[in-house]
């Protein structure tokens, strides 16, 4: 078996090098060795680099929303109400319908729309903007015809602001009373039913531009009176209450009768982060709630106040406003006593009440409890009136805002909202883009109003996450480094492991997808030192081993990480950087001049990374249809004056074009040379260096190749993108220089069956190990082609006869080749391919792992999606990994029968000499391959398969509680408005009877008097 392991491992490895030029560009690099300089990377410098081109960004974004602002609130005191006011707008669902006569419907005048590839190329209109107007608010409401009226003047700095800073994508207005004017305008389509559900009103952004944070508790009757259409209302309510709810607020809900009933009766006397997760798990128990008894109000308002009190002086929870939400179809009594006791004179929790039902007979009580605790009433008849009524109690807490006039920034973590029609219209094209927005409060300058402090609404632009990533320059990261940021809860903004989106065929957001917590991601940090000093905004560096999974999370690479991280000042959000080990840790700075670098660009088979910035192309529009290699082209020769480009990029780029241009000629000789490849089974060579640059050759016409994918745009783990180098770059670089790393490519299909095997190496300046890694190379070939050889040498012998004691063609033993992974490469059943070797030959993995010639090594995913009946729950995976190819491993997903076995004697007849086993393992030199030659004879059907089906990790009861009262550490924002003494909170929704209550809300001042 060692005779044939190296003589495959030979012939390989001199096809591998011949083919890929490995030699020839080692060679190329080593002259140039004397004009390079290699430069340690200092982490934390790189970081505050970073996070000062952030906040520059996140800067001229925040101005631009300003400059929006000061524009409606000035149009706004210009413009007087007029109830009578007729006015023709742009209604987004209307624009361009036509009646059965052929003449535009009312509100749907003509409006041009013309595709536009900054918008992702949806037919847009960038000199206008347009309105939409939830489906159930009539469009000419006197208050929306009024507002779209004055709300007109903000064309020109919609159009401004974009002609300022051309990468700005959508820029709107949420109006307070509902509608949502958007630029540039854009065709709305109803769904199915004619509905548009979109409401701004109740969109992150709206809200935490609104409102200060909240601690929220809601009480809800479900006494015997409440049966039926009631309590279905009264879910309704609190549903769209939880909605209103954001990650920086915090809520319980208790449903009361005679006694009181924690919806989570886990959470007992405490509040609850308003995460999704969180609102999610509370909607589900809401269902469980039935009606039956008499209520008890005076006992549910005592637990509320108590509650709110305990927690605030907990210090955890937002440390702002407080209120009590109070649904119930009647109070028999105003309970004076008991907010005499807890809430006057300070009435620092607001009560909200919401009169479920038709019957007025209990409503004075209810809007006498509102307005002398600073609150709002509402009544809700219908399940047609919960939105609108529920709104209404963020107007009266964005009152003390509006007061103060604090027109506070605010960002939202990184969300995608696929309720838009452009996300609609994106969503089969090129899936959703995440994003996180920047908004800011309108307000009312109108002096008379000042007391009552009116909210016009909220403007906002959203910033996807990939205008990020183009601050961030990948080349400085090296191969595995990479740069993520995250919010004041600790939730991720960006992270090259974040996954949104689940991949079936389509894109999808996933149903519940939730915010993701950098400790979900970062999982070896089990103390969360690393998330918690970034989410305490502090500078500074920290280490730890990590397992990243790669190849569609088949393998896992290991390394030790340096992680920086800073705060991004004028903005919630830290930045990190993480540095690997090792090469990770250097760059080398070469130097040519510009004439040879340009000749050597010109070359047809160069291409650049398209996502990295070589050249800024968004800021004149005229730059915009280039691309990276055209722009820097163009910049070289002096051409385009206003291309910013990074010099120090373009100038390795040229660096690294010049010493690569000679394996261009090298393979065309071997492409000419018919004697050479006459099978054709090398199809490509390939070449990619530190600077995203790229080189291909083919061997074969293109329409013969095997693998028609491979290296195009779509094959995102081959090829350069803005947060990680190529699958067979970083694999390449893992591996001991001067050895190739083969692998059998996972499609994503059911049907894992590839016909191509890939083999890459890297090319590093010196030979010790803190050298850089510069390059990679490496060919693909035809499987058929591999096996073939594989078989030939595996027919070798030594004996003078010819006759061999043993061959592959024996009946009696059957012959793998397998990689570092497991995962098989050659073997005589052709379907197992590309199989897991521990599923085909349990009895043997076994074995391996117990000798520990492979390992075992345990994965969390904590953003799997496990298609069960829930929506998503936590993978955990269990992987594999071979001592002999020291960093990289296989990964491998273990089931808990797996996890339990007993050590055991491989068939009875195991000994320690090797003539008598049943398997040898021996390893291909110059590789990371494994050949097993396994004894067909023995009958080890008692083992079970190692299988790489994950295991779900189900949490029981008590463990699903902990994890509810888990709070993890995170900070507050900056800006509180809670109250304000000029609060005018006669406006409680309770008016027209406030008369006959005058003595009632005398009554604390009297009661404060007794008392003292």
């Known amino acids: 078996v060692k005779l044939w392991a190296s003589a495959f491992g030979g012939e390989i490895k001199s096809i591998a090098a011949k083919y890929s030029g490995s030699q020839l560009l080692q060679k190329k690099y080593k002259e140039y060795e004397k004009d390079v300089t290699i430069e340690e990377i200092d982490g934390l410098q790189l970081v505050k680099k970073l996070a000062k081109n952030m906040e520059e960004m996140f800067h001229k974004k925040s101005e631009a929303v300003r400059r929006l602002v000061e524009a409606a609130e000035e149009a706004h005191l210009k413009h007087e109400f007029d109830a009578d006011l007729q006015y023709e707008y742009f209604n987004a669902v209307l624009i361009n319908e036509r009646d059965k006569d052929g003449n535009f419907l009312e509100l749907g005048k003509e409006f041009i729309l013309a595709p536009n590839d900054h918008f992702n190329n949806l037919p847009v209109n960038i ?97 015997g009176s409440m049966k039926g259409l009631r309590l279905t209302i009264a879910k309704q309510t609190v549903s769209s209450i ?8 915090f809520f319980n809900i208790i ?108 409503a004075d009580n209810l809007k006498w409890m509102a307005c002398a605790n600073k609150g709002f009433f509402t009544q809700i008849s219908t399940l047609a009136d919960v939105q609108e009524n529920v709104m209404e109690y963020l107007h009266v807490l964005s009152r003390p805002k509006v007061i103060d006039q604090e027109h506070d920034v605010v960002w939202t973590e990184a969300y995608i909202d696929s309720t838009l029609p452009q996300a609609q219209k994106l969503a089969d094209d090129q ?146 950087v993480a540095l690997s080990r090792g090469h990770g840790k250097y760059f080398f700075r070469g130097n040519v001049t510009i004439e040879e670098g340009l000749h050597d660009l010109e070359h047809p088979d160069v291409s650049l990374a398209d996502e990295w910035s070589y050249c800024n192309t968004d800021l004149h529009p005229e730059h915009r249809h280039l691309s990276q290699l055209e722009a820097i082209k163009l910049y070289l020769k002096g051409k385009e004056p206003l291309l910013q480009c990074d010099k120090e990029l373009i100038q390795e780029v040229l660096f690294d074009a010049v010493v690569s241009a000679p394996i261009e000629a090298y393979w065309t000789s071997l492409a000419l040379n018919k004697s050479e490849n006459s099978d054709k089974g090398v199809e490509v060579a390939f070449l990619g260096t530190r600077t995203g640059l790229s080189r291909t050759n083919l061997f074969v016409g293109a329409e ?26 970083r694999r390449a670089a893992e591996q001991i220089p001067g050895s190739f790393v083969y692998s059998i490519p996972f499609s994503t299909g059911t049907v894992n069956k590839s016909n191509v095997v890939t083999a890459s190496t890297s090319i590093q300046l010196l030979d010790e190990r803190k050298s850089p890694v510069v390059a990679a190379v490496g060919i693909q070939m035809k499987l058929e082609f591999f096996q073939r050889k594989f078989w030939t040498a595996s027919r070798q ?129 110059s590789s990371n391959l494994f050949m097993v030659v396994v004894d067909s004879s023995c009958l080890c059907e008692s083992v079970a398969p190692i299988t790489m089906a994950p295991i779900e990790i189900r949490y029981n009861e008590s463990l699903k509680c902990e994890r509810l009262k888990a709070q993890k550490i995170r900070r507050r924002p900056e800006s509180c408005h809670g109250f304000h003494p000029e609060e005018n909170a006669r406006e409680c929704g309770g008016v027209p009877s406030l008369q006959a209550s005058v003595a009632l809300l005398l009554l604390p001042l009297l009661l404060l008097l007794f008392s003292r």
């Open 127 to 223: 000199s206008l903007s347009d309105v939409q107007v939830p489906t159930n608010m009539y469009n000419k409401e006197p208050a929306i015809v009024n507002g779209v009226y004055w709300s007109e003047s903000l064309h020109k700095g919609f159009v401004d602001n974009f002609d300022r800073d051309p990468s700005l994508i959508w820029q709107y207005f949420g109006s307070a009373k509902g509608f949502f004017r958007q630029y540039p305008g854009i065709k709305w389509e109803p769904d199915e039913n004619g509905v548009i559900a979109f409401d701004c009103r109740n969109r992150k952004w709206y809200i935490q531009a609104a409102t200060s944070p909240k601690d929220v508790v809601i009480l809800v009757d479900v006494s």
């Open 242 to 249: 939880l909605d209103t709810l954001g990650d920086d607020d």
């Open 255 to 362: 449903a009361y009768n005679e006694e009181l009933h924690y919806v989570e009766p886990c959470l007992n006397g405490t509040l609850v982060q308003a995460d999704r997760t969180n609102k999610e798990h509370f909607r589900e128990h809401l269902d469980k709630l039935f009606a039956k008894g008499i209520g008890m109000l005076d006992i549910a308002l005592n637990e509320a106040f108590n509650i709110l009190s305990d927690f605030n002086h907990t210090g955890q929870g937002s440390i702002c406003s407080q209120a009590i939400m109070l649904i119930t179809d009647g109070a028999v009594d105003t309970y004076d006593t008991i907010f005499a006791k807890y809430n006057w004179p300070d009435r620092k929790v607001r009560i909200f009440t919401y009169l479920i039902g038709r019957e007025a007979a209990f």
């Open 431 to 576: 899936g959703l883009v995440l994003m996180t927005t920047v908004a800011m409060p309108v307000f009312s300058k109108q002096n008379e109003t000042r007391s009552k402090g009116i909210l016009l609404g909220v403007v906002g632009t959203d910033v996807p996450v990939k205008e990020l990533l183009k601050t961030i320059p990948k080349y400085k990261l090296g191969i595995h480094g990479y740069a993520f940021a995250i919010t004041n809860n600790g939730y991720i903004l960006t992270h090259p492991e974040l996954r949104p989106l689940y991949e079936e065929g389509k894109k999808r957001r996933k149903p519940n997808y939730s915010s993701v917590d950098l400790s979900e991601v970062e999982w070896e940090d089990r103390d969360d030192v690393l998330r918690n000093a970034m989410v305490n905004r502090k500078t500074g560096k920290f280490s730890m081993e990590v397992k990243k999974t790669v190849d569609k999370g088949k393998r896992v690479l290991v390394m030790t990480n340096d992680y920086y991280y800073t705060d991004i000042k004028g903005t919630p959000f830290s930045l990190g």
């Open 704 to 729: 013969q190749l095997t693998n028609q994918d491979f290296l195009k745009a779509g094959d995102k783990e081959n090829i350069f993108n803005a947060d990680h180098f190529p699958l067979w770059y």
């Open 797 to 925: 012998c030594a004996s003078l006869d010819g006759k061999c004691s043993i061959s592959c063609d024996d009946e009696t033993v059957n012959c793998y080749l397998i990689d570092n992974n497991g995962f098989i490469l050659v073997s005589e059943d052709y379907m197992q391919t590309g199989d897991f070797f521990g599923e085909i030959e349990g009895a043997v993995m076994n074995k391996l792992l117990s000798m520990g010639s492979f390992k075992r090594i345990t994965l969390y995913d904590y953003q799997a999606m496990c298609r069960a009946n829930k929506e998503s729950s936590d993978g955990a995976r269990g992987l594999l990994d071979p001592y002999n190819a020291f960093l990289s491993a296989v990964k491998w997903i273990m089931t808990e029968l797996v996890l339990f076995l007993v050590e055991f004697n491989l068939c009875s007849w195991w000994h320690s000499d090797l003539t008598a086993t049943s398997f040898v393992i021996q390893q291909i030199p």
